[in-house]
């Protein structure tokens, strides 16, 4: 089949779509062989010891590990390596299939639990200098940037009222006659309903009207950038907006049952937007894979999820990120927008989507992050050896990808293979994290060869393994009639967008991949 025309495959896989029965088998033949790749959890070792015992079998605040540690004393220096991230004379790649809403989402869902642990969050009596290691994750996708990280979170971010109309809600306030979160800080100071929240990675650098604008949510990070601070938005209202339906038709229900069910229904309408819209934008498969969570049922690899450190680390995409973006129509430095929710206050969420979905998304891979971020390229490297993480060239053997036997086989650009060559003995002796991002871009993705397999892998390993897509729960009971209907008319980012602006999305572009895209 590969060696057909692109077009030719997509016609061939168009028609089996259209038959169900064939669908579902090939849907579930290109799942399984994806996950299949690795070895099914639980793994051996957790990054707190490099031997298997009790704790690093059931600690989860320390990352699990696919490999074992495999220390090189001899590697270079991680700031030297900085040159293999910078840009050539400047000049910025840009990814031909990405819009900016790719990034954005990709951020949003992996700082809900790949969750390295901060500096604000390490536990008291923990040493510090381990914190790399661990992580304040609960290793499940359960959208914790909107509900929070724990009970006393979410409780915290809750209308909690019996009365008729208010229901299962999450608070919220209304600007500029749209629905929003309630700013976290009151006065200059941080309101007291919220101190339980985390709080937000950053804040202690913002000028007093920045911190203004930021918004109670339940992720440490959810207020980094406003796009991301956009999808939460997003969700917030979708959230409301399905416990508005489901007291409407079960008014009988208490606060509780309400708010409980409209979480359930958005964790899982989440889930189906991770595999049927994002997936499919990093697929470079001839057809659409489905969020069928009958795979995972019957499935060996179908175990409580951990998040791994091989994981925290492959998704460091600061290279997509454009040196500007789209707010209000005009383009605004990148710098300009960190921590600023008053890009997205002042032109409303429509208008946040319609410019961050006409911004086009830099090119991930080698020399091509912006001197302002190459500081986060070489503090993953240290993490990287902190870690005692094994090769990439490793990795690529665990995962079922041909060792590179030269360094032209983990890049084509010659200048990028003879900096490589500068800083290692051999092929073999390339670091994981820079090995992930000097390789080629895969046609038909926006991403290198070894993450897309290990994004793949996760999502699926990760995402069907959810409680509520399991067989007694994914049922319409656990969802009520509004929340069932909803998860089958959702997709895309673009159904929730539609169901949660006034007037609807209308002609707006909302995607993932550009109109202008063609396969390559």
């Not at 033949?29 to 793994?43: F, Q, S, Y």
């Not at 697929?283 to 409580?304: G, H």
């Not at 996760?458 to 069907?464: M, R």
Request: aromatic share 10%.
């Amino acid at each position: 089949m590969s060696i057909l025309p692109y077009s030719a495959q997509k016609a061939i896989f168009s028609v089996i779509e259209a038959i169900p029965f064939a669908a579902r088998l090939v849907n579930r033949w290109a799942i399984n062989r994806i996950v299949n790749r690795a070895r099914p959890r639980p793994h051996p070792l957790s990054t707190e010891r490099d031997y298997v015992w009790w704790g690093g079998l059931t600690d989860r605040r320390w990352s699990g590990r696919h490999l074992p540690p495999r220390p090189r004393p001899n590697a270079p220096d991680p700031d030297a390596l900085a040159d293999l991230f910078r840009r050539r004379d400047g000049m910025q790649r840009m990814c031909p299939k990405s819009t900016c809403l790719f990034p954005a989402f990709a951020q949003y869902l992996t700082d809900g639990f790949i969750r390295t642990e901060s500096e604000d969050l390490v536990p008291d009596g923990e040493d510090p200098l381990h914190r790399l290691k661990r992580n304040t994750s609960n290793h499940e996708i359960d959208l914790c940037p909107l509900y929070g990280r724990t009970r006393a979170q979410t409780l915290a971010l809750r209308l909690r009222s019996e009365d008729k109309g208010r229901k299962g809600r999450l608070a919220s306030q209304m600007i500029n006659g749209e629905d929003y979160a309630p700013f976290l800080y009151k006065d200059g100071k941080v309101d007291p309903h919220f101190e339980v929240l985390d709080p937000p990675l950053g804040q202690s650098t913002l000028d007093d009207t920045r911190r203004a604008t930021l918004f109670a949510f339940g992720g440490d990070r959810a207020n980094s950038v406003p796009q991301v601070s956009m999808l939460n938005t997003l969700f917030l209202r979708e959230h409301n907006r399905l416990a508005s339906e489901i007291e409407m038709e079960y008014p009988d229900w208490d606060d509780d049952r309400v708010f409980e069910t409209a979480r359930n229904t958005v964790i899982v309408m989440f889930i189906k937007i991770v595999v049927e819209d994002y997936i499919n934008h990093i697929s470079p498969l001839p057809f659409n894979l489905r969020a069928d969570p009958s795979v995972a049922w019957p499935a060996p690899w179908n175990k409580p999820n951990w998040i791994t450190t091989e994981f925290s680390l492959l998704y460091r995409w600061h290279a997509l990120i454009p040196d500007a973006l789209k707010w209000g129509g005009e383009a605004r430095p990148v710098h300009t927008t960190i921590m600023n929710n008053a890009l997205l206050i002042d032109d409303g969420l429509l208008a946040a989507f319609e410019g961050i979905c006409d911004t086009q998304a830099a090119e991930l891979g080698p020399r091509n992050t912006a001197d302002a971020l190459l500081h986060i390229e070489v503090a993953s490297i240290k993490q990287d050896r902190d870690c005692a993480l094994a090769s990439f060239s490793d990795y690529c053997d665990y995962m079922g990808q041909t060792r590179p036997a030269s360094f032209e086989a983990i890049s084509s650009d010659p200048d990028v293979a003879s900096m490589l060559q500068d800083f290692y003995e051999g092929p073999r002796d390339v670091d994981f994290h820079v090995g992930l991002f000097c390789e080629d871009r895969v046609p038909n993705s926006p991403l290198p060869s070894l993450v897309l397999k290990f994004v793949a892998l996760d999502a699926f390993s990760q995402a069907l393994t959810n409680p509520l897509l399991s067989k007694h729960v994914f049922k319409r009971e656990t969802f009520s009639g509004p929340g069932w209907r909803a998860i089958n008319r959702t997709e895309t980012l673009r159904d929730v967008v539609d169901r949660n602006v006034e007037g609807g999305a209308g002609d707006t572009f909302i995607a993932m991949t550009r109109p202008e895209w063609r396969p390559e």
